[in-house]
């Protein structure tokens, strides 16, 4: 089973429409220059100070605590620092080196860029040859477009309205552990503005529980995860799913070698330097961009307007979808990164079922537009 983890932000319905229609008018215009253990590798570093999270410990115990549950307090999508400023390179700052490569605008052992891509923009690694082409080349054409997308996000968090929650059972007060069972669960809507000091007992969703009435039973497990020096990594690289839900519809962005860590406090009650990198297909991002577009206008379903946006989308491709270089083929995925806080919680009861969205884009439907919900989705990705 193919663990995934599906993040729902709620957006604001005027932030994603005028996204869209900037993006139409700027692409018309010409100015853009854009489960179970996996048994994926991570390709051995190439040369120089690599970004990659600390490695298991070789001399890490058995878990001795009574674990911790942790909630998603501030998600950074890469146009601001980790205190809220604004900062052209702030997508270094989140992410991995996932090619084990250091890459520079001129080198040449990398996969083809796409037609009408300007090398220099998806070649160029970050510090320590972080590979995160979303940050770097998607979030400044949203940001130019709406600012602070990362604070609308944020905003709705504090409000209550979702979180992404990690439980790590067996998590004591030591600085190594070896093979912590964890497990995701997505956040339902809380009932109030989070206070995030401990006493927030949050209620889950059901729909990424293979028992939808057993706690225990989330989809999205991470079995050797464990603890070096005190920060938490996921454990081997594996295929997880992020989703921008709008206007009702999720977008589900499909990641593979992915792989999440956080520095835990010394007090047990939060953590910091959150990391969530992976890699995007291209072609399942346009797609499902595609169902979001058409959630506010029935034209973006088809149509020059949208494949003009999807070219270029293509053009921010970076990497292979398996997390790999092959200079021979066309970069056919994104890489990305993602940061984020957490704070300890208690894990609350199970709630209700949605209705799933509708795809406005399929046969015998019409894009509609109106607010935007939010949410947080985990599921299996599939496969085996």
Known sequence: MKE?????????????????????????????AVGCSTTETTPAPVGGEHKLPPAEPEAGVAGDGAGFVYAVNKLFLGETDRNGSPKSDAWEDYGYDLDGKISTKTSTDLCKPRPGAIPASVRQDGKGGVDNSFGKNLIPIIASLAQNPSSTVNENILAGDFTVITRIDTLGAGPDYRELPAQLYVGSKLGMAAKFDGSDVWPVIPELLSDPTDIDSSLVKFPKSYVSAHTWVSGTPTPLDLTISVAGFALTLKISKAVISMDLDADRKGTSNGIIAGVIPVEELISELKKVAGSFSA??????????????IRQASDIMDDGTQNPTK??????IGLGFESKAIQLGAIAAKADPPADPCAEGTGGAGGEATGGVMMGTGGGG
């Open 4 to 32: 995934s983890l599906v993040i729902a932000m709620k957006l604001r319905s005027s932030y994603v429409y005028a996204s869209f229609a900037g993006l139409s008018a700027a692409v018309l215009a010409g100015s853009l």
């Open 299 to 312: 034209e973006l379903c088809t149509g020059n307007t949208f494949e003009s946006i999807a070219e270029q």
């Open 330 to 335: 066309e970069c056919n995925a994104i890489s």
